[in-house]
Nanobody, 128 residues
């Protein structure tokens, strides 16, 4: 288990951008990371995942094009950059972590992963 902390959320106008961060006190080098969001009144949905070394990334269908996941080992941080924000992007964004395991598939990790560690989330509000 690793305690994750998200930051970078806030109130943004439609069309703007944000770069969210996910970090921890312990090293994240051994964890694949997933970003999720939960809009008001809706279920949590996955957004994107990244492998431990950053070489593999996956985006769910709605996140392709406007979302960019990355990680910086030196800063022990995984980022989610969102461009051209829309009001429907409003929600609480959380990161989750787990070990890759054998035969790791970043796509399977994103869609079927059982994550042992979660952050509390950072709130993103997009005004129209």
């Amino acid at each position: 288990q690793v305690q994750l902390v998200e930051s970078g959320g806030g109130l943004v106008q439609s069309g703007g951008s944000l770069k969210l961060s996910c970090t921890a006190r312990r090293t994240l080098d051994y964890y694949a990371i997933a970003w999720f969001r939960q809009a008001p009144g809706k279920e949590r949905e996955g957004i994107s995942c990244i492998s431990t070394d950053g070489s593999m990334r996956h985006y769910v269908y709605f996140a392709q094009g406007r979302f960019l996941i990355s990680r910086d080992s030196a800063k022990n941080t995984v980022y989610l950059e969102i461009k051209d924000l829309k009001p429907e992007d409003t929600g609480v964004y959380s990161c989750a972590a787990d070990f890759e395991g054998n035969d790791f598939s970043v796509q399977d990790f994103c869609h079927f992963g059982e994550f042992g560690s979660w952050g509390m989330g950072t709130r993103v509000t997009v005004s129209s």
